[in-house]
């Protein structure tokens, strides 16, 4: 299992990014996915995830900003996030976890500038 994460930079408060999850050895289509991000001397933390049969959730803090999707013809996921503060700075990972294996991707850096 591959998860090849892209899609990261850096963009102005308020301004949007698409980042993207390309999979491998799996169906992306039919496994729960996620999104994670970690900041700067912070621990790890969920922020989006999309089940196997396309429930969405979100952390509180980017309801209403950020959508995850998947293109399942790609195996991709998608997390779309628009209105982009400084405090959304962070490594983002995504993540899968098949037979209570956790698989993640190398993480792709977004910084906010005020």
């Known amino acids: 299992v591959q998860l090849q994460a892209s899609g990261g930079g850096l963009v102005q408060a308020g301004g949007s990014l698409t980042l993207s999850c390309k999979a491998s050895?799996?169906?992306?289509?039919?496994?729960?996915m996620a999104w994670y991000r970690q900041a700067p001397g912070k621990q790890r933390e969920p922020v989006a995830g999309?089940?196997?049969?396309?429930?969405?959730h979100y952390v509180d803090s980017v309801k209403g900003r950020f959508t995850i999707s998947r293109d399942n013809a790609k195996n991709t996921v998608y997390l779309k996030m628009n209105s982009l503060k400084p405090e959304d700075t962070a490594v983002y990972f995504c993540?899968?976890?098949?037979?209570?294996?956790?698989?993640w991707g190398q993480g792709t850096l977004v910084t906010v500038s005020s």
């Open positions: 993540h899968t976890n098949i037979w209570g294996n956790d698989y």
């Open positions: 999309l089940t196997g049969g396309g429930s969405e």
């Open positions: 050895g799996i169906i992306a289509s039919i496994n729960d």
